[in-house]
């Protein structure tokens, strides 16, 4: 009896030896070493923002029309139009300058801080925000004017020149900077909401300026002395005729006629019109257009980096993006509606 | 894509220097505040842990060498696995401390802590004195095993002699992975670990939980059948200076402390016929060396055809893998990892080409890993035809844990010990044992 | 017999050579490694340029709380009054409602400083680091939240079993005396 009872208990050791070993071989071989089965946490530790990134596309009115424009730049940061369609960027210390088919000019200027901003007249001098001064250049590159400083902490982020006056936006003092043609400081007005340094300016032709409060989604109309006249613009993520995000439109450009306003967005990135009361007309570019860059920005290297688009429109109504990470620029057109199905009538 | 390629050298020459966000100019009196830096334990306590650790051993050589109490060395265990197992939580342990050697020993820019280095020496030095004091009462995995051994039974010999090869393979794998930058396996393995901080990877405490079910029969299978450091522990306790006795007395060969010890480590007296053959089996001896260069060749062309499997244990060859896997259609969408890469930008090309290097260098390492163990098992094999001779039952001097348990099995033991703890020690007494 | 004996005293003079070896390799070992140590300790710490906040840091952790918790480098932030780390991305109304806010836990705390700022706080003993709300600001924002493992809470494993499963390496060792990488400041101070 004692011995059949010893040989079963040995049996059932060996079972629960045999079982124990199993687990052991099964819990290594199954060890998720490099953590691909991911974090299993639920969907509300999810952060998905696919759904809003998509663009109905009954609302894009724009499409490329020709290849993207190589600027040379390590990293974009701001794009302006000349009088003969010229394209001007910059990027980093340096400007390129490029004519209208996008063939690069030999112009270069470079300084020793970064580039902030550059507007260019109808004679072709260039002013450039040169981080926390003006400096003005002829059409040939020549440096004709340089700017007291602001102060340590300014960054020009645009700049906007009328005949009397030029306005600079100090991303720093978060506010606009009124000088008197020859560069003398007169004032400076606004007190914006301005969370990241996104500032953008630009001047009317019946003689206004527009600024873009970013934190408070709008865009705004001030005269000359600096006076708020009026403003437009409302806050919503879901809904694609509102800016979205923390701070939005980081940049603006006017389309030719006062026919209206292109507006860029980062968070959702993308490209829309308006028109020049601010009611919503269709999409330049909608987010997925620049789902390969959303990508790319989607790891942190990029974090101390201005990520947001650039904006200029040239004299035939062509919209110059300027993308940042790619240092490119994508030249959009109005796909024409009436005129090819007319064409296509006939 | 070729833009692609630069993007990221350009990011990083950019964020160097652009780094400002000009906080907005508070009207308040609002102080922007700095994030908490809380600081990590302070130095002086690692300190601590190795002066702890001397004490631990030096009690444990006292108590295995003088004392020779079995209670004494339990409750050293007690306290080792409540100081170095759940209160310092496992780390840093001598075990792990292998690797962080290994690395230290091929990375030159790896700088090791000085409490590795400690915890690494120290029980290798005790072993080379007084034996395995350190698995006895120090080692808090050993000590989690030891409590959970209640029904202990005995393993062939063959069958041990055979699973101790895995500690071996364990070793060489360990340091090489480790010399490689590429895991701490021991770490990441360690079974117990889990127990001590309450919880962890589900594979891992089914692990720990499935050899700590093995261990209520066989006796601490990790220390005998895996453990690293053990290998070298076992070594250079062949070599110590003082062995752990059974008794200091004569043996009376009664067998009683072989059934004693859970550990297989006490071996019976090899006999008279064997005393005749002191000499090495030279039948067997001289095929056995002759076999010795070829079982390393041998096993260093085994383990350098599994160079590249081992090679998957690290990060860059395990990524390109994938990132070959999902460009040629044999996987499905992407992981976490492969996003990340994608999303870089970086050149797939670059990717591949440093995971060729890594696994050409995993086939280089796998020869000196297959070679390494292709000698142990040769030493294995030559031991076996170098008969040792035992007069007495001993406990053997490499796998003998200094446990204490056989020593009040022992009749002789118990005898000197009650003379010794009842009579006074006097001159008559000690005549009279004599007599 | 005498012959046995010369063979005993042998084995017994290699075993004492070979115990002088070992302690001279030991000896030499300690000197090697003494010579390639420090007195400073390792510590693990998140690299924020490579981390990419797949929220692994909040189930690989060892702790059954995660060491990893989210930091906010206050002089990156932009006090947004909408900030898109604390409110959902289509939240329903734009007030502090649980359900508009994106952390699941309730961790972000939103202190009114003055028009139109707000200052954001995370609560460690709410976080657990799944990295969403650090998602929810690098999109839209500065980036000044992300991850980093809190020393106070770490208990400094030799290999980080988060280390292991991240799947960009964000995990790197760092000295004692540099035990954080902070985003926007000069971590050598």
């Not at chain 1, 409302?234 to 701070?247: H, T, Y």
């Not at chain 1, 330049?284 to 257009?289: F, T």
Request: with cysteine; aromatic share 10%; hydrophobic share 40%.
């Amino acid at each position: 009896m004692k011995s059949t009872k010893q040989k079963n208990n040995q049996w059932v050791i060996g079972l629960v030896i045999a079982v124990a070993l199993g687990g052991v071989v099964l819990s290594i071989v199954s060890t998720d070493r490099f953590g691909e089965k991911g974090n299993g946490l639920g969907p509300e530790y999810q952060y998905d923002l696919s759904e809003l990134r998509k663009t109905d596309p009954a609302m894009i009115l724009y499409k490329e029309a020709s290849p993207r424009i190589n600027t040379g730049h390590s990293w974009g940061r701001a794009i302006a139009v000349g009088p003969e369609d010229q394209i001007y960027t910059l990027g980093g210390q340096q400007l390129h300058v490029f004519d209208s088919t996008g063939k690069r000019l030999p112009l270069t200027i470079e300084r020793d801080k970064e580039l902030t901003a550059v507007t260019v007249l109808k004679d072709g001098s260039i002013y450039l925000g040169v981080t926390d001064h003006i400096e003005i250049f002829d059409a040939s590159g020549q440096l004709k004017s340089q700017w007291e400083s602001i102060g340590s902490g300014a960054e020009i982020t645009s700049i906007v020149v009328t005949p009397d006056i030029v306005f600079a936006a100090d991303f720093g003092s978060r506010s606009v900077i009124r000088y008197d043609a020859s560069g003398q400081k007169l004032d400076s007005f606004g007190d914006f909401n301005l969370p990241s340094n996104y500032f953008d300016l630009a001047y009317t032709s019946d003689g206004q300026l527009l600024a873009a409060n970013t934190g408070e989604h709008r865009i705004e109309t001030y005269d000359l002395k600096g006076n708020l006249m009026s403003w437009w613009g409302e806050f919503s993520n879901q809904e694609p005729d509102k800016f979205c995000g923390c701070c939005n439109p980081i940049s603006f450009a006017l389309l030719p006629g006062q026919s209206g306003i292109v507006t860029c967005e980062k968070g959702l990135t993308r490209v829309k019109v308006y028109d020049k009361e601010g009611r919503f007309v269709g999409f330049v570019a909608g987010a997925e257009s620049f789902d390969q860059r959303d990508g790319l920005t989607a790891t942190p290297e990029y974090c101390y980096n201005r990520m947001g688009l650039d904006v200029a429109v040239d004299s035939q109504g062509r919209v110059l993006v300027l993308e940042p990470v790619m240092a490119e620029i994508r030249v959009y057109q109005r796909i024409n509606t009436d005129n090819s199905s007319r064409s296509q009538g006939i | 894509m070729t833009e692609f390629a630069s993007v990221l050298q350009r990011v990083a020459l950019i964020a160097s220097d652009i780094q400002r966000f000009p906080p907005p100019d508070f009207e308040s009196d609002y102080t922007m505040p700095l994030p908490a830096t809380p600081a990590p334990r302070a130095p002086w306590l690692g300190g601590v842990d190795v002066i702890v650790l001397f004490a631990a051993l030096s009690v444990g050589v006292y108590l295995v060498h003088k004392k020779r109490s079995r209670l004494s060395v339990f409750l050293l265990m007690v306290f080792s696995l409540i100081y170095f197992g759940f209160y310092r939580l496992g780390c840093v342990c001598a075990i792990g401390s292998i690797q962080n050697v290994s690395l230290a020993i091929a990375n030159p820019s790896y700088a090791i802590p000085l409490t590795v280095v400690a915890f690494f020496l120290l029980p290798l030095v005790f072993t080379l004195f007084f034996g395995r004091v350190f698995c006895a009462g120090v080692c808090p995995l050993g000590a989690m095993q030891d409590l959970m051994l209640i029904k202990p039974i005995s393993i062939p010999v063959w069958l041990q002699q055979a699973l101790g090869l895995l500690a071996y393979l364990y070793l060489g794998a360990a340091v090489l992975f480790a010399a490689m930058g590429s895991a701490f396996i021991i770490c990441e393995y360690d079974p117990f670990v889990a127990f001590f901080r309450l919880n962890g990877n589900p594979n891992i405490i089914i692990l720990g939980v499935s050899l700590l079910i093995i261990g209520l029969f066989v006796g601490r299978p990790y220390c005998r059948f895996l453990c690293p450091y053990g290998v070298i522990l076992h070594h250079f306790s062949r070599l110590s200076h003082w062995r752990v006795t059974i008794t200091p007395q004569d043996c009376h060969q009664c067998q009683i402390c072989e059934e004693a010890c859970p550990f297989g480590a006490i071996l019976p007296p090899t006999g008279e016929q064997n005393g005749q053959h002191w000499a090495p089996d030279k039948k067997r001896l001289i095929p056995a060396l002759i076999l010795t260069p070829i079982l390393i060749a041998f096993c260093g062309w085994v383990f350098s055809m599994a160079g590249s499997s081992f090679s998957k244990m690290d990060y860059t060859v395990h990524l390109a893998e994938r990132i070959v896997l999902e460009d040629t259609g044999q996987a499905d969408g992407t992981t976490d990892a492969s996003k990340a890469f994608r999303d870089s930008g970086q050149p797939g090309e670059t990717l591949i080409q440093d995971a060729q290097n890594i696994m050409d260098r995993y086939v280089m390492a796998g020869w000196i890993l297959g070679a390494f163990f292709g000698l142990v098992l040769s030493g294995k094999m030559i031991r076996l035809c170098l008969p040792d001779r035992r007069d007495d039952y001993e406990a053997d001097r490499g796998d003998c844990l200094a446990c204490a348990r056989c020593f009040s099995y022992c009749p002789q033991e118990l005898k000197r010990r009650r003379i010794s703890r009842t009579a006074p020690v006097t001159a008559g007494s000690e005549a009279a044992v004599e007599s | 017999m005498p012959n046995q004996d010369n063979a005993l005293d042998r084995r017994d003079l290699i075993k004492k050579g070979l115990h002088g070896l070992a302690l001279l390799v030991t000896g030499g070992v300690s000197g090697f490694l003494a010579e390639r140590s420090q007195a400073n300790s390792y510590h693990w710490q998140i690299d924020p340029s490579k981390c990419i906040a797949c929220g692994n840091c909040a189930t690989y952790c060892v702790l059954e709380e995660s060491a990893v918790k989210c930091v906010n480098t206050y002089a990156m932030c932009g006090y947004c009054n909408l900030c898109t780390a604390f409110f959902e991305p289509a939240p329903k109304s734009l007030n502090t409602g649980a359900e508009n806010q994106l952390c699941p836990t309730g961790a972000i705390l939103r202190t009114f400083i003055e028009e139109p700022y707000y200052e954001y706080k995370i609560d460690e003993s709410l976080c657990i680091a799944c990295g969403k709300c650090v998602k929810g600001c690098k999109e839209f924002g500065n980036g000044s939240l992300y991850l980093q493992v809190r020393h106070d809470r770490c208990v400094n494993c030799n290999q980080c079993a988060i280390a292991v499963a991240c799947p960009t390496q964000a995990l790197t060792r760092v000295h004692r005396d540099q035990p954080y990488l902070l985003k926007g400041m000069d971590n050598k101070a």
